[in-house]
């Protein structure tokens, strides 16, 4: 079964520093990796993807996610925070289910960023 | 850009009651999916759903609910007789892509609310 676990429930960073979002996963197989964003009242947006290449993917907004197979992991980093990026962070999974797969996705990490 | 639309935003019932939430998916997208979150809390899987049957259906998807693509367009979840534990915001996903390699696009969501 796949899984995805992200470890803080919160992270808080000044506006203007690097941040990182922490993201770990399980899987059968070559893992598909997602981060989606939540604002308060809507719904997850996709920010970026890890399929297959370079480890290092770039999504919106200027945010990126490193993969890291040895370590199983898919964090989720920005290289200078704004106040607009506080909202929820998702990491979610896609396992090798099928023709329609589902994306499992971990608790969730709220990023507060603050000035 | 297209986009997943879901109506009711928001739905109040007593329990016992039948719902029925309705979800346009993007217009070229071939996979569709439920999920569900409850209080902001983690995303759950519901069922997926390709060339109009279940692909797959978690443990939460009981005989207490259906899904069906009536007409070409719209993508609906019926829950038949509602409980408090029902209560939660559903959102409705779809994809374009088979495989695992595609993202999901998500609705805002319909906030489920059972007395």
């Known amino acids: 079964a796949q899984s995805v676990a992200q470890p803080e429930d919160q992270v808080n960073v000044a506006e203007g520093n690097p941040l990182t979002v922490k993201c770990t996963y399980s899987?059968?197989?070559?893992?598909?990796l997602f981060w989606y964003v939540q604002y308060p009242n809507r719904g997850l947006q996709f920010l970026l993807k890890?399929?297959?290449?370079?480890?290092l993917v770039k999504g919106s907004y200027g945010f990126e996610a490193e993969f890291n197979k040895s370590q199983t992991s898919f964090h989720l980093k920005k290289p200078s925070a704004l106040v607009s990026d506080s909202a929820l962070y998702f990491c979610?999974?896609?396992?090798?289910?099928?023709?329609?797969?589902?994306?499992?996705f971990g608790t969730g990490t709220r990023l507060q960023v603050t000035l | 850009e297209p986009e997943v639309t879901q109506t009711p935003s928001h739905q109040v019932t007593q329990m016992g009651q039948e719902v029925i939430l309705r979800c346009v998916p993007i217009?070229?997208?071939?996979?569709f999916y439920w999920y569900r979150q409850i209080l902001g809390q983690k995303v759950e899987f519901l069922v997926s759903?390709?060339?109009?049957?279940?692909?797959?259906k978690s443990e939460i998807f009981d005989d207490q609910f259906s899904v069906e693509r009536p007409d070409g367009s719209n993508f609906t979840l019926k829950i038949r007789s509602t409980k408090l534990e029902d209560s939660a915001m559903y959102f409705c996903?779809?994809?374009?892509?088979?495989?695992?390699?595609?993202?999901?696009?998500f609705g805002e969501g319909s906030r489920l609310t059972v007395l």
């Open positions: 996903a779809s994809s374009v892509r088979t495989g695992t390699t595609g993202e999901l696009f």
């Open positions: 217009s070229n997208h071939l996979y």
């Open positions: 899987v059968s197989g070559n893992p598909y």
């Open positions: 979610a999974v896609r396992g090798l289910g099928g023709t329609a797969s589902k994306l499992t």
């Open positions: 759903f390709y060339n109009n049957e279940i692909s797959e």
């Open positions: 890890y399929i297959t290449g370079d480890n």
